[in-house]
């Protein structure tokens, strides 16, 4: 079955400053990466996604990249702001397992 | 608000009760979800309806679970004879057809005591 790694498991970064989270997957057939982000006590809210036939996708300072031959996507956070502490789950859709695997989240504090 | 719901939020009980949750997904979506997770985890995966069937159960679902999705829209999950090991976030996702974008509740937290 699909396996989900990401790294870090924590990141400080300065108000301001850039957060890079990075997640691997194992299921070459896996075709869609949602990102979540979920506040104490929240169920996980999604923020971005990306599908296998695009290389990258931009929301305002929320960005995703996405490289198929590497099985590797990445969040990248711009201007980071207080608001954005929180913990960050990966996650791959696999069609033949019809489910979503998370990754194990990376707990944010963005220090003021 | 026409996210997701689930009730209760939280429930305590005693190791060997039965417990019921309940899910309402967003009124279109025809996948609803039921995931679990532990402290400092991400969700894992328990099982999924397609609008009232049940097509998927991950091993992680003992026989001690059951959930139902009658008519296609709500969903419950019960869990029997619970166990100190059943504590954790049990979270109700929806989606319009797999590989969408799935949609989470606020989650029920249950705690055996």
Avoid at chain 1, 58 to 67: C, P
Avoid at chain 2, 37 to 65: C, H, I, M, V, W
Wanted: aromatic fraction near 10%; glycine fraction near 8%; proline fraction near 4%.
């Amino acid at each position: 079955g699909e396996n989900v790694e990401q790294h870090p498991s924590t990141l400080s970064v300065q108000e301001g400053d850039s957060a890079v989270i990075k997640c691997t997957y194992s299921d070459s057939a896996s075709n869609y990466f949602p990102w979540y982000k979920q506040e104490l006590g929240k169920g996980p809210q999604l923020i971005i996604d990306i599908r296998s036939n695009v290389g990258e996708k931009k929301d305002q300072r929320i960005a995703v990249t996405l490289n198929k031959t590497a099985k590797h996507f990445s969040l990248h956070i711009t201007e980071t702001q207080p608001e954005d502490s929180a913990v960050y789950f990966c996650a791959a859709w696999s069609a033949a397992g019809n489910k979503l695997t998370f990754g194990g989240g990376t707990r944010v504090l963005v220090k003021p | 608000d026409t996210g997701v719901s689930q009730d209760p939020r939280h429930k305590i009980t005693k190791r060997g009760q039965n417990v019921t949750f309940r899910c309402d997904p967003i009124s279109e979506h025809n996948r609803l979800y039921w995931y679990r997770q532990t402290l400092g985890q991400g969700p894992e995966f328990l099982t999924y309806f397609q609008n009232e069937a049940q097509l998927e159960k991950s091993r992680l679902l003992s026989d001690r679970f059951s959930a139902e999705r009658p008519k296609g829209s709500f969903s419950t999950l019960e869990i029997q004879r619970t166990e100190q090991g059943d504590s954790a976030m049990y979270l109700c996702a929806s989606s319009l057809g797999g590989g969408s974008e799935q949609y989470f509740g606020p989650g029920t937290r249950l705690t055996v005591t």
